[in-house]
């Protein structure tokens, strides 16, 4: 039987979502701002959280219905069969977010939510659910689009960004997901060599390698699924065996570079964590100092940009500095950069053959591809 299900995201990533909902089974996909909808099975909602890279959250939508006051949003909370989810002795946790003029706070909205539960128990069975924000039985969201509320469970737990390799992260790290959305829609053949030069944390290149031997991004980690009323453990486990019987050998190069030691050390270590540090290599290498040829390769970076671009004595000649190796030192790569300094990107110099608008986080990002040729391309970047 299937139902469905909602895959929260980062803009700009949602396409890239939907063609990995479709790979895992999932069906009447939907592209939504931020988020994909679709209709799914048991195991398609446990593969969700297993398998989905460019996902934060996946929810079980289970009620919707309309408030005009905070009276019906009480109401229509409390007519919702609790008991078929959760017993009085068990926890809850209730976040939510808001887009109305009747609703204007998220966390008032999770308190009304929370209440209308806690009250149908204690009436019910004289005794009520505790609150525990850190490690619920059960995670219950509340989503409001203006007098719309949809109420959801929440399978994933904390963000399905958050892999568990990356214990140690230098300043500014790129997320995890973004990371693995940019690989994604960078359509990297996962055969040719890959290399992230101010790999920072490491990130980019632990997703490539992650990416390029089919290893299941939640396979280090426990979901909130895992504590619901109808959890399959048999069919978990039988999903978690196929999913390392799909992990495939990597013969190719992906490699990390960062100028601080401090940085490559903890790349490693998050390499480690995440079971692909004999597949990546990182080093100690300054990018602006390197004069080694390197050819035919997929370069994916994050520089380091300032939030001000009013410090042009540096912005501008570290931009520009990166399109001229890139030019020089780069024959026959394409180098995908993500910026969160949406003006400093242009000074790279080098004609972008992409450009995309992302947000990691709340920041606004720009990623452009530019592609150096070895010979004469028409509006393409030539060596």
């Not at 109305?100 to 005794?127: C, G, M, P």
């Amino acid at each position: 039987m299937t139902f469905p299900l909602v895959a929260t995201t980062l803009y700009g990533l949602e396409e890239v979502l939907a063609r990995e909902l479709s790979e895992i089974g999932a069906s009447d996909i939907v592209m939504l701002n931020r988020a994909v909808k679709y209709r799914g099975d048991l195991a398609v909602l446990y593969k969700s959280n297993l398998y989905l890279r460019t996902a934060l959250k996946v929810l079980k939508p289970i009620a919707e219905f309309k408030a005009r006051n905070e009276q019906e949003l009480y109401d229509g909370v409390k007519q919702i069969k609790w008991d078929e989810f959760i017993s009085p002795h068990h926890t809850i946790a209730v976040d939510g977010t808001t887009y109305s003029d009747t609703f204007k706070h998220s966390k008032y909205v999770a308190l009304k939510t929370k209440d209308a539960i806690v009250d149908q128990f204690r009436e019910k069975f004289n005794v009520r659910p505790s609150v525990d924000v850190d490690n619920p039985d059960l995670q219950v969201n509340m989503h409001i689009a203006e007098i719309l509320c949809t109420v959801s469970l929440d399978s994933s737990g904390s963000h399905l960004g958050k892999r568990g390799y990356r214990q140690e992260q230098v300043l500014a790290p790129i997320s995890e997901t973004m990371a693995a959305g940019i690989i994604l829609l960078s359509e990297w053949d996962k055969k040719s060599d890959f290399l992230d030069p101010m790999c920072g944390s490491g990130t980019f290149p632990i997703e490539a390698a992650m990416i390029a031997t089919n290893t299941a991004p939640g396979n280090l980690r426990h979901f909130a699924f895992e504590k619901w009323k109808d959890f399959d453990p048999a069919l978990w486990k039988s999903i978690k065996e196929e999913s390392e019987k799909r992990v495939i050998p990597f013969t190719g190069k992906i490699s990390g570079r960062d100028s601080d030691e401090m940085a490559v050390r903890i790349s490693r270590n998050n390499a480690a964590r995440a079971g692909v540090n004999s597949i990546v290599k990182f080093e100690i290498n300054d990018f602006f100092k390197n004069e080694a040829q390197t050819e035919n390769c997929l370069i994916v970076m994050n520089p380091p940009y300032g939030e001000r671009l009013n410090e042009e004595d540096e912005m501008i000649p570290f931009y520009k500095e990166i399109g001229t190796k890139l030019k020089h030192f780069y024959m026959g790569c394409d180098a995908w950069i993500i910026s969160g300094n949406t003006d400093a990107i242009k000074f790279v110099g080098l004609k972008p053959s992409r450009k995309l608008r992302l947000f990691n986080g709340p920041i606004e990002c720009k990623l452009h591809k530019f592609q150096m040729y070895r010979g004469s391309k028409r509006g393409g970047n030539e060596i």
